[in-house]
């Protein structure tokens, strides 16, 4: 059901056909601003606007971070722009990911707390607050978020999927070898207390916030108040802040900001019921770019709008990683990945990749590491939730998802100008899709001759034979 909103309008009937989760934490809200930020140069330069403006707090939730991370335009590390809101009277407080031994093949990418890095923090004299926070077995607290001034007229978030990773920090277009092609939202108004709410949960029992190397700046008894009362009305997007959560992860609770009582010891999936449930409402368009493909549930809801004459294109890594590739061609696979390469059959299906110049008269692939899906220009999520089955039932993630036809509608334009080299606002989401595939097709074949005068970036990838 559509829940009542933070400012007294009951949202009875939504005016999109994509109709939210039935059980989440947090409801739809309306009347946010929201602005889709593609690629990593792009985004994070923004986000550090908003530290720099920021008059009261900055929190953030943070996985993978690696060693030589720069923020853009020379403003130099995380911890140099963290540092310099402190010294601005600012309360920074940030939750990383601290791997627990069945995932610490991931400790070179993070920032774990190790002893050389606290001592780092020491020679820095870093003096804003750090929790450290494991996921339970062998999941990640994969959520990366930004809140400005939490709680404030001011307040801003930013959810997506962005790593701390200089291989992200570019510019769309991805002129160069290397890069990562990825996104954010950038959020003002009611549900940005969505995400100030669960930045409260987590930061109150992270789970290392007792122990001795757990918090840095602090002692473990410093904990958040939960937002009473949501941000006021800010634009005209439909909002909703979706997780995942892994059942019995946190027993401490608080109703969401002018909204029902969670019960979240039974867990969160509203991420992966989301999105089975926008691909089954879709009536013309699905537009997915994804790092993971991996889940027979998301398959089969595509195969039942391939059926409906939906068009549909998927926008993956165009190589595996090779631990991922090694775990795919394990017999147990098998047989999802026959379900997975049947979607070729449907002339209204597209798989691709994207490649960039790199400057030595060829192309480079760009790895997909965006986790977002468009329905008929009318509906849209973005965030950390990857299609496999680790992202939508263990780790700890988050989505925003838009209804907002002219905000998505503009997000379509821009992802499909970069990817294809041409505007498509001229056409409508149908269309779109059935000229990304054209492009896509004729770009593999310039690929197979040996030709990298492409149009735009994408190429077709081989549903038969890919992750095989």
């Known amino acids: 059901m559509w829940l009542s909103d933070s400012v007294g309008v009951n949202l009875a009937e939504p005016e999109s056909r994509v109709p939210p989760p039935s059980r989440g934490s947090y409801p739809v809200r309306p009347r946010n601003r929201v ?25 953030t939730t943070i996985a993978f971070m690696m060693p030589d991370f720069l923020m853009p335009d020379g403003r130099g590390s995380l911890f140099d722009v963290l540092d310099g809101a402190v010294a601005r009277g ?12 069945e995932t610490s093949r991931f ?18 004299n870093s003096q804003f607050r750090i929790r450290w926070d494991r996921a339970l077995t062998g999941n990640c607290q994969h959520q990366k978020s930004w809140l400005i001034d939490a709680g404030q007229a001011s307040e801003i978030a930013f959810v997506g999927g962005i790593n701390l990773n200089p291989k992200s920090v570019v510019s769309p277009g991805h002129p160069g070898e290397g890069h990562n092609h990825d ?33 840095w700046g602090h002692d473990g008894d410093d904990e958040l108040a939960f937002p009473v009362e949501a941000s006021g009305p800010q634009g005209d997007s439909v909002v909703q802040i979706q997780r995942t959560v892994r059942a019995g992860r946190y027993t401490q609770s608080a109703p969401a900001p002018n909204g029902p009582a969670i ?18 409402s879709a009536q013309h368009s699905v537009y997915i770019e994804n790092q993971a493909f991996e889940v027979s549930e998301i398959v089969s809801a595509l195969n039942g709008a391939l059926e409906r004459g939906v068009e549909v294109v998927v926008l993956v890594p165009a190589e595996l990683d090779s631990a991922d590739h090694a775990r795919l061609r394990r017999p147990e696979w098998r047989a999802f990945l026959d379900e997975r390469a049947a979607l070729g059959r449907y002339d209204n299906f597209g798989l691709a990749g994207i ?20 329905v008929d220009d009318e509906w849209a999520t973005i965030g950390s939730g990857n299609l496999h089955a680790n992202s939508l039932f ?44 054209q492009v896509a097709r004729d770009n593999r074949q310039k690929k197979d001759t040996g030709d990298s005068q492409w149009q735009g970036l994408a190429y077709r990838l081989d549903p038969a034979t890919y992750g095989r």
Request: glycine share 6%.
């Open 183 to 215: 996104a954010y939202v950038e959020i003002a108004g009611p549900s940005a207390s969505d995400v100030h709410h669960n930045f409260v949960q987590r930061w109150n029992q992270a789970s290392e916030r007792m122990a001795k190397d757990g918090v």
């Open 394 to 437: 263990g780790s700890t993630e988050m989505n925003a998802s838009i209804w907002d036809p002219a905000a998505v509608r503009t997000l379509r334009c821009e992802l499909f100008s970069e990817h294809l080299g041409e505007k498509t606002a001229h056409l409508d989401a149908r269309a779109a899709l059935r000229f990304y595939r």
């Open 263 to 280: 019960d979240i010891a039974e867990g969160e999936t509203s991420i992966f019921e989301q999105y089975c449930l926008a691909i089954r």
């Open 35 to 59: 602005r889709p930020l593609i690629d990593g140069e792009v985004a994070f330069r923004r986000i550090c606007q908003a530290i720099e403006a920021a008059r009261y707090s900055v929190w």
């Open 355 to 374: 490649a960039g110049l790199n400057g030595n008269g060829g192309r480079s692939d760009v790895y997909v590491h965006a986790k977002l899906m468009l």
């Open 107 to 124: 400790e070179p990418r993070v920032f774990s707390g190790t002893p050389a890095q606290r001592q780092m923090l020491t020679e820095r």
């Open 90 to 101: 600012v309360d920074v407080r940030v939750i990383f990911w601290r791997p627990n031994p």
